[in-house]
């Protein structure tokens, strides 16, 4: 019975598992977007995410950790030296898992998945996006403050 487990296990064992998993994050840290399956994809975001956040701190501990997962030197360096100063002030949320149809073979659903701090596209709309908007009643605020003065210069005009 599967009573508690909520990961997907993809069909396959544990270690198959986690050599396709880091083989997947590998990929991605090195070509920094892949297309898969959307079950791995959103098996690797799960997996991959917290790599990324510890990847934040670049101590000799955190370096081990992570090549412990992957078992790459020239990842794991990716990793900190690129990705981590680039992501550094991010919360969370550093990968993108995009639909993109099905595959013509067996009809699987494929994704694309990407870091969102290298998609020039997403990112370049995104920060002209989030300059426009602002965050709630701040509009009626500032509408409200242009009518009271724009009133008070009425009134002590007609004075």
Same mark, same amino acid.
């Given at each position: 019975?599967?009573?508690? =487990? &909520?990961?997907?296990?993809? &069909? ?6 986690? /050599? ?19 079950? =791995?994809? $959103? ?27 992957? %078992?790459? $030197?020239? /990842?794991? %360096? #990716? ?6 100063? $680039? ?16 595959? =013509?073979?067996?009809?699987? #659903?494929? /994704? ?7 998609? #020039? ?5 995104? =920060?002209?996006?989030? &300059? &426009? ?16 003065? /724009? ?9």
């Amino acid at each position: 019975m599967r009573h508690g =487990k &909520k990961f997907n296990h993809l &069909k396959r064992q544990k270690g198959h598992r986690r /050599a396709l998993l880091a083989n997947l994050s590998i990929a991605l840290i090195t070509h920094k977007r892949i297309f898969t399956t959307l079950a =791995k994809a $959103k098996a690797l975001r799960k997996h991959l995410e917290p790599l990324v956040t510890k990847a934040k701190t670049n101590t000799t501990h955190s370096r081990r950790v992570i090549f412990s997962y992957l %078992q790459d $030197k020239v /990842a794991v %360096q #990716e990793l900190f030296d690129v990705i981590g100063e $680039k992501i550094f002030d991010r919360p969370g949320g550093y990968l993108r898992v995009i639909r993109t149809g099905f595959r =013509k073979g067996d009809g699987a #659903e494929m /994704a694309m998945i990407e870091f969102v701090d290298f998609n #020039e596209v997403y990112s370049s709309n995104s =920060k002209s996006a989030a &300059k &426009k908007t602002r965050r709630r009643g701040s509009k009626k605020s500032t509408a409200a403050n242009t009518t009271e003065t /724009a009133t008070d210069t009425e009134t002590s005009t007609e004075e």
